[in-house]
Antibody
Framework: QVQLVESGGGVAQPGGSLRLSCAAS????????MHWVRQAPGKGLEWVAV????????YNVDSVKGRFTISRDNSKNTLFLQMNSLRVEDTAMYYC?????????????WGQGTLVSVSS | DIVMTQSPDSLAVSLGERATINCKSR????????????LAWYQQKPGQPPKLLIY???TRESGVPDRFSGSGSGTDFTLTISSLQAEDVAVYYC?????????FGQGTKLEIK
């Protein structure tokens, strides 16, 4: 069945870096757009980034522009989020999610998330 | 950026009663060329990722019970649970897919009265 498994979270210092991965299985990653969404402890959902199915287009929310980079390796069925210049306010659970089967129909599959904590 | 505002922030409803959650977008999320509203609803239970309930404002995702329904167009949308069950206790979010960034509402916490 469809599965998304995030990894790479952990504790980082302000100004540090982390690279999140999202391993996809049970479907062909190369045919789906993919997203990262985060949730700070006790807070609501914040959409972070999207990348098209073929990697030709991506977009980041303003709060992470110039610091985070979304990418993918379809040959390895893996989505990435490179996080540089981390800030305390980046502390959150990070979820990867798959585009729905129809265009702009929400995200129909989600991973369980990986926790990022930024603290000195 | 499109701003999504949900109301109320929290809601308590008796078992078997109707629950209604509202979501406003500013500006509209109606794509005129195909008359689709790029608006989705999610349910999130504690310790779990979000679950897609409704997309295109009113299309129920496969496997979602038919007590969940979505309505509205343009800037005003509603998620309705026709007969609240205990397992529906969760936080509900709307999200727009009209333009990036794909913003979420702040969430509505639904509890049993």
């Amino acid at each position: 069945q469809v599965q998304l498994v995030e990894s790479g979270g952990g504790v980082a210092q302000p100004g540090g870096s982390l690279r999140l991965s999202c391993a996809a299985s049970g479907f062909t990653l190369s045919t789906f757009g993919m997203h990262w969404v985060r949730q700070a402890p006790g807070k609501g959902l914040e959409w972070v980034a999207v990348i098209w199915y073929d990697g030709t287009y991506n977009y980041n929310v303003d709060s992470v522009k110039g610091r985070f980079t979304i990418s993918r390796d379809n040959s390895k069925n893996t989505l990435f989020l490179q996080m540089n210049s981390l800030r305390v306010e980046d502390t959150a659970m990070y979820y990867c999610a798959r585009d729905g089967l129809a265009p702009r129909a929400g995200c129909d599959k989600w991973g369980q998330g990986t926790l990022v904590s930024v603290s000195s | 950026d499109i701003v999504m505002t949900q109301s109320p922030d929290s809601l308590a409803v008796s078992l078997g009663e109707r629950a209604t959650i509202n979501c406003k977008s500013r500006p509209s999320v109606l794509y005129n060329s195909n008359n689709k509203n790029y608006l989705a609803w999610y349910q999130q239970k504690p310790g779990q990722p979000p679950k897609l309930l409704i997309y295109w404002a009113s299309t129920r995702e496969s496997g979602v019970p038919d007590r969940f329904s979505g309505s509205g167009s343009g800037t005003d949308f509603t998620l309705t649970i026709s007969s609240l069950q205990a397992e529906d206790v969760a936080v509900y979010y709307c999200q727009q897919y009209y333009s990036t960034p794909y913003t979420f509402g702040q969430g509505t916490k639904l509890e049993i009265k």
